[in-house]
């Protein structure tokens, strides 16, 4: 059990939790969430032990083992299999264990002590799930979207992604009792993400993640806890039932403030009115004292959320690119290039919206360095537009901020690299309020980088592109890191920006809010793809299954693996997933989402087919009271009456179901 009692925890003169109380049970699913900068990763080092609590009390079980993905980008040639298996920490020291007695009993054959020493080395390590080890370790790897070739690659041929990935699934091959995923998703995939939810949801231990994405946390969570203006509050229930909680209590409260700030009121006047008054100063008096005595509700805090705009561009070129017959790739040391895509006949026009598409590994990355210079095309032409001033946002480029210098140095020395253009609204003054206005406020503009949060830099950066007022936004997984509001501050700027973007991104809202068509990228060409993003969504499982038959087609997959010696659930937890599950879990997701999305169109026919019927009942109702308003013979009366009595029963209930549909496929859309 984890337990914080009144813990206050700081980070310089900040304080990020404020007295926290609560406790974790053994075997719960936790996901932590709250604004960027809130101290989620602050509250990970204390329970990882890299931060001491500044008061109250902190305690976890000693015992527990903890598994956590480490942030540095591994730098090693060992093989990507090699790594992960490393991560099963007491693998590695019980294979030294034996070593040392192999060692000795080489030294001293006849000992009995050091043959016993050995038998015993031998027995723990087979215990420990040595046999099994490696095919443990490649399912990881191959569930989080490597390829079967790539298993026996040395981790530092991969790109920065996939190294976090390795680091990823270093963590998930460790035995543990406690499990800290910190935004674990930033660096998946669709197919890779919904493997990672079946993972989780077989592990046996305790888990805290935190994230951002709503529907992992959903699938993998049973348990929420907050953070918010320095108060940790629990929540028993996973994120989507958190906000329903939270939006109860928040109306709760509010009603509470407002009826309390009513009363005050009202005491307030009958103080005002006869304090002066000699024979009811008694009543003001005790009514002066009510009012000290009264325990205030707090009003609600305004979040601090912040909307930014894209300036409008000084020109917009058009077209603004146009790639011919180019090939792009990989320039390689001792090999030939390696050619991702080719056939690449391309143009993009001013105002355009693409959003890029594509399995993993395809090469959306290619085109979008390509275009954004950061790479040659190996053959044909990519011709810009003149003027043409491109704002590129990759996730690496968060390793473009310099961690020593603050927001402010930051915008100062952009200032000076743009040149006179800018001159005119660049003093300290205007730069201040540049970042103010995204909520980089007083303190935070003198805050080293270094030390902000991850989201903080994330914005840091879409504040320095907006400044460079590009006309061509070349976005790669923009929303990483962002907390939801203010990924909703960056899909109405993007919405509302004049010049032409293209993006890649896992995010299926932001797609689906800033994009009006577009591009294809697989199998080494780039087109059009003409469907919408449950189609996209569909080709992508087919995609994922037909890479998945190629690979098996490749290699034999490893063997399923007996079940290991030991008993400890930690270790039963380190099983991974077998991929019959995993594929049946797939498929169920996916059946899933495609049943939702279904599910309104019966939905909307239905409110078509009432509506057509609404209109009709309503022109035979009108016509019968035309009829009823002229003088007629009684039994036709009666049987107009009759009629228009049933007509008006009909008119209710459709309206009643009108109603009801409408609640239901809003609710679905929404
Ligand atoms: N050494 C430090 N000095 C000053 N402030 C710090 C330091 N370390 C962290 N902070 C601040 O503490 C706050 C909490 O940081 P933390 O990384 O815990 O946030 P987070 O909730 O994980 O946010 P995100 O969702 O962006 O990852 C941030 O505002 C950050 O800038
Ligand atoms: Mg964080």
């Known amino acids: ?44 080092a204390l329970l990882n032990g890299g931060l001491h609590e500044d008061g109250g009390d902190f305690s976890l079980p000693k015992q527990w083992r903890l598994a956590q993905v480490a942030q540095n980008m591994p730098e090693t040639s060992e093989s990507a299999t090699d790594f992960v298996v490393a991560g099963d920490t007491r693998l590695v020291e019980l294979r030294e264990q034996l070593a040392t007695a192999e060692a000795a009993h080489a030294a001293e054959p006849d000992d009995a002590d050091a043959g016993m020493a050995l038998a015993h080395a031998y027995t723990d390590l087979a215990d420990a799930g040595e046999h099994d080890a490696v095919p443990r370790a490649q399912a990881l790897i191959l569930g989080l979207g490597f390829k079967v070739h790539e298993l026996d690659q040395p ?70 806890l ?26 709760q409260q509010q009603a509470a403030f407002a009826k309390q700030q009513e009363k005050i009121a009202h005491l307030q006047k009958f103080i005002d009115r006869f304090k002066a008054k000699a024979s009811k100063a008694k009543q003001a ?32 070129p058009n077209p603004m690119l146009t790639i011919g017959d180019a090939s792009f790739g990989y320039v390689q040391e001792d090999a030939p290039p390696k050619v991702i895509l080719t056939h690449v006949n391309r143009s993009v026009l001013a105002g355009q919206r693409i959003g890029i598409l594509g399995a993993n590994g395809q090469g959306k990355s290619t085109l979008v360095k390509t275009i954004a210079r950061e790479m040659g095309a190996l053959a044909g032409t990519v011709t810009e537009g003149k003027g043409l001033n491109i704002g590129y946002f990759a996730q690496q480029e968060l390793d473009v901020l310099h961690p020593g210098s ?30 103010g206005s995204f909520n980089f406020s007083g303190d935070m503009v003198k805050q080293p980088v270094g030390t902000m949060s991850g989201g903080e830099k994330a914005r840091l950066v879409l504040a320095m592109m907006v400044w460079q007022r590009p006309n061509l936004l070349l976005l790669d997984e923009p929303t990483n890191h962002l907390d939801l509001a203010t990924r909703e501050a960056l899909a109405v700027a993007l919405n509302e920006f004049e010049g032409t973007l293209m993006l ?24 059009d793809f003409d469907g ?112 228009l009595k049933l007509l008006g029963d009909e008119i209710e209930a459709l309206e009643e179901r009108w109603m009801t549909l409408s609640e239901q496929i809003e609710a679905l859309a929404a």
Request: with cysteine; charged share 30%; net charge neutral.
């Open 406 to 435: 603050n927001p402010l140095e930051h915008m100062v020395r952009l200032a000076r690299d743009l040149g006179p253009q800018s001159r005119e609204r660049s003093t300290e003054q205007d730069l201040r309020g540049f970042l």
């Open 285 to 316: 008096q005790s009514r002066v004292k009510a009012l000290e005595r009264m325990e205030r509700v707090a009003p609600l805090l305004a979040e601090a959320d912040f909307t930014f705009e894209f300036k409008e561009p000084a020109n917009i």
């Open 504 to 527: 890649v991104s896992h995010d299926r809202a932001l797609l689906r809010s800033v994009c009006d068509e577009f591009w294809l990228v697989g199998r080494g060409v780039v087109k």
């Open 155 to 224: 981790v530092d041929s991969f790109s920065g992604g996939w190294r976090m990935r390795l680091q990823l699934a270093r963590a998930l091959m460790c035995p543990s009792d406690l499990l800290l995923l910190d935004e674990p998703t930033n660096h998946l995939d669709l197919d890779a993400l919904v493997w990672l939810e079946a993972w989780l949801q077989r592990y046996a231990g305790t888990m805290i993640v935190i994230s951002h994405d709503r529907e992992f946390l959903d699938a993998v969570t049973d348990v929420t």
């Open 532 to 643: 919408d993003l449950d189609d996209y969504q569909r080709y992508l499982l087919d995609e994922a299954k037909r890479q998945r038959e190629l690979a098996k087609q490749a290699a034999e997959p490893p063997a399923p693996a007996p079940a290991p010696v030991a008993s400890a659930p930690a270790a039963e937890a380190a099983r991974p997933t077998p991929d019959g599950d995993g594929r049946a879990q797939r498929q169920r997701s996916a059946q899933e989402r495609q049943q939702r999305a279904e599910q309104t169109r019966p939905l909307r026919k239905e409110l078509a087919s009432i509506d057509a019927r609404l209109t009709s009942a309503g022109a035979e109702k009108s016509a019968l009271e035309a009829r009823l308003a002229q003088p007629l013979p009684a039994p036709e009366i009666a049987d107009a009456g009759r009629k």
């Open 1 to 44: 059990m984890i337990t914080l009692k009144n813990v206050i925890l700081r980070r310089s003169a900040k304080v990020l939790l404020d007295g926290a109380t609560v406790t974790i049970n053994p075997g719960e699913k936790v996901g932590l969430v709250g604004r960027n900068g809130a101290g989620k990763s602050t509250l990970f």
């Open 226 to 251: 907050h953070i918010e203006h320095a108060k940790l509050t629990r929540y028993g229930g996973n994120y989507s039932k958190f906000e329903d909680m939270r939006a109860l209590q928040l109306e």
